[in-house]
């Protein structure tokens, strides 16, 4: 059984999920002040402040509105944060509310939509049952926090924002690689209460067998390609690569600088030397494409990706996560902003797949091979403008969440895509490699 099923412990679940993303959301816009909320850091996102409130419009829309049939508050705010209508680069120009008033409606809409969760059945329609709509506005509450850290990520300025780093971790002296046997899994998912269109419905997919990174790519082992003048080669770019580095002088992942031959990078508005154990960050598809040619290995497609995350080949079960089917725990995965960076490669042995892979929940997004496409027997639900908008070749698929996400929108069925040229979201990315017809046993550990 993937999830609770019970109506009352999903309605704590989606009480507790409501209350964690608001404590965030007030973590992140209260940390700077009000001018930065109003101020674009880049034309890539929003300002802070759109975003405070479109997480309250979204919550008006779907809890107060579609569940509970109430009138809208302030429908001529609605068109402003609609994300589909103004793209991000236009929005400050927008007559937004201003801090006070974004956070004002926001605390109006969540009082009123604690009352709807308190008096709903979770039962009788889609949107109520299991609770879905309370889970759902959770998910993009979160989503919207971890935007709003890129955000913050992006800035130049100092800011209060600051949580622990990861415990030190050894050394990881295990195998490089992990065979994952060919043959049948099922991806994707039909009984999580709270899986996103996307991710359904579950359905059998057959993958031969291959050879997956242990660990994510680290910050060691990327800056050996740029060493080896991975940035200067053309041949290990695809031709849209190749003129991506060329057009912007690309030489490094994003907020790395070299520096008395040092390499140095910009985190939340401090500057630090690169930590060469952690995985590699902020690198675009295209990057992470090039470094897997370079080392002789490629990309995993997504459903390479899934099946060794949730393929147990002992039972032939597909878990909801790599380690079984109990929530994510501090021991288990990097998630949820507890810390701002990702933890060393091959930490979390308490969260490894059964073949050994560890690090797939949690640390960084991790870029797949594969575009981003709809199931067999997709339906959008419950609106289009979700996933079904998206699908095509202009998004590559990323998988397992990053220390940056939310427990609540990261499982192992859990779909993002981006634009192969994005960098400045919390992406890293491990390589695979086909497995020869002799091959039936991962290296030892040397």
């Known amino acids: 059984m993937n999830g609770p099923t019970d109506p009352e412990a999903l309605r704590e679940r989606a009480l507790a999920a409501l209350l964690a993303a608001r404590d965030r959301t007030t973590l992140l816009t209260t940390c700077v002040e009000d001018s930065e909320l109003t101020a674009q850091h880049s034309p890539l996102m929003s300002p802070l402040v759109w975003d405070l409130a479109h997480i309250g419009n979204q919550e008006e829309q779907w809890l107060l509105r579609a569940v509970a049939g109430r009138d809208a508050m302030r429908p001529e705010i609605d ?3 609609d994300a589909f209508e103004h ?3 236009q929005r400050p120009s927008l007559p937004l509310l201003a801090p006070a008033e974004a956070r004002g409606y926001a605390a109006e809409v969540r009082g009123r939509a ?3 969760l308190e008096k709903t059945p979770f039962r009788g329609t889609p949107l109520t049952d299991a609770g879905f709509a309370f889970g759902m506005i959770a998910q993009h509450e979160q989503q919207h926090d971890e935007t709003m850290l890129i955000t913050h990520q992006l800035r130049s300025g100092p800011t209060s924002l600051t949580a622990p780093d990861p415990e030190p971790s050894p050394p990881f002296a295990g195998p490089d690689e992990v065979l994952v046997p ?8 039909s009984t999580e209460p709270w899986a996103l269109d996307n991710e359904r419905p579950a359905h059998r997919r057959l993958v031969p067998p291959f050879f997956i990174d242990t660990t994510p790519v680290t910050n060691a082992a990327y800056q050996r390609f740029i060493d080896d003048g991975g940035y200067e080669e053309m041949r290990w770019w695809s031709p849209a690569g190749w003129a991506m580095v060329r057009q912007n002088d690309l030489r490094a992942p994003l907020f790395w600088r070299r520096e008395g031959g040092q390499w140095l990078r910009r985190h939340f508005g401090s500057v630090e030397p690169v930590p060469a154990d952690e995985p590699v960050l902020h690198v675009s598809w295209y990057e992470a494409d090039a470094y897997a040619r370079w080392a002789g290995r490629r990309l995993p497609s997504e459903e390479e990706w899934e099946k060794a995350a949730r393929h147990d080949p002992v039972t032939d079960r597909s878990t909801r996560y ?4 109990a929530d994510p725990t501090p021991e288990r995965a990097n998630l949820g902003q507890r ?3 990702p933890a060393p490669a091959g930490s979390y042995p308490a969260g490894e797949s059964p073949l050994g892979v560890r690090q797939l929940i949690g640390d960084v997004w991790e870029w797949t091979s594969s575009d981003f496409l709809p199931y067999p027997g997709f339906a959008a639900f419950p609106y289009r403008e979700y996933s079904d908008v998206f699908f095509g ?3 590559k698929v990323l998988r397992g969440g990053a220390f940056s996400v939310d427990a609540v929108a990261c499982r192992g069925t859990f779909r993002n895509w981006d634009h192969p040229v994005r960098r400045q979201i919390f992406s890293g990315f491990r390589t695979a490699r086909d ?3 002799t091959e039936t046993s991962a290296p030892e550990a040397v």
Do not use: E, K
């Open 393 to 395: 070749g202009d998004y």
């Open 182 to 189: 060919g043959g049948p899994f099922t991806m994707g998912t």
């Open 87 to 89: 793209p991000r680069s």
């Open 435 to 437: 497995a020869g017809p």
């Open 114 to 116: 604690l009352d709807v």
């Open 79 to 81: 068109p402003l944060y």
């Open 322 to 325: 790599p380690w079984g089917d």
């Open 339 to 341: 810390h701002l960076r």
